[in-house]
């Protein structure tokens, strides 16, 4: 069945580097996706979202990239900073109301 | 701008109580609301949705249920909680289909 699941589930980075947490999809039918963050103790909160007609969407320090052909889709946090420090989740959106969200993967900042 | 608000923050049940959640959101009518539970160090799980005032659907069997009794109120019940609905609740909201979705702050449920 279709799954959404990210492929490392921790990430330690440096303060000051580039992150770049990843994700790979199997619904060839989901057409938006979405990047949250959750800290914990709280909801998620949306990052950034990427409709299946672009490839790439920059926002505020980060960039969204997908991949129709693999089925993958990253995003890239520069200058990652102490406050970048929580659970990033990945979903897609099939086309229904549902949102399938990955597992996570929980990203620790070094100072 | 719209808001999202959940309470209680935190919950601390016996078996066999009875429970209700509430999510209420501001600044947007007639949204889509939806229930999400989330396991400790796991992802999300959907467990109700609705698009308008009265129509529920349910995503999982469970001893769960939601209402909506106003366009921007969402309510999670349950006659009898089980140790396993023990999870963070979290209401979330979006405009229409294939638009993101807008978490709330959550509700910690223990169950003992």
């Known amino acids: 069945g279709e799954s959404v699941g990210l492929h490392l589930p921790t990430l330690s980075v440096q303060e000051g580097d580039n992150s770049i947490i990843n994700c790979a999809y199997s619904n060839s039918a989901s057409d938006y996706f979405i990047w949250y963050k959750q800290e914990s103790g709280k909801g998620p909160q949306f990052i950034i979202d990427?409709?299946?007609?672009?490839d790439k969407r920059q926002g505020q320090r980060v960039t969204v990239l997908l991949n129709k052909t693999v089925k993958h889709l990253s995003l890239q946090i520069a200058a990652t900073q102490p406050g970048d420090s929580a659970v990033y989740f990945c979903?897609?959106?099939?086309?229904?109301?549902?949102?399938?969200f990955g597992a996570g993967t929980t990203v620790t900042v070094r100072a | 701008s719209q808001t999202i608000h959940q309470w209680p923050a935190t919950l601390v049940q016996p078996v066999g109580s009875p429970l209700s959640l509430e999510c209420t959101v501001e600044g947007t009518s007639n949204p889509n609301l939806y229930w999400y539970r989330q396991a400790a160090g796991r992802g999300l799980q959907l467990l109700f949705y609705?698009?308008?005032?009265?129509?529920i659907s349910s995503e999982v069997p469970q001893n769960l249920s939601a209402s909506r009794p106003q366009d921007r109120q969402f309510i999670l019940s349950s006659k009898k909680l089980l140790l396993s609905d023990s999870g963070f609740y979290l209401c979330?909201?979006?405009?229409?289909?294939?638009?993101?979705?807008?978490f709330g702050p959550g509700t910690r449920l223990l169950v003992l």
């Open positions: 979330a909201w979006s405009g229409t289909i294939q638009e993101t979705q807008y």
């Open positions: 990427i409709r299946s007609n672009m």
């Open positions: 609705s698009v308008g005032i009265g129509q």
């Open positions: 979903a897609e959106n099939g086309g229904d109301y549902k949102l399938s």
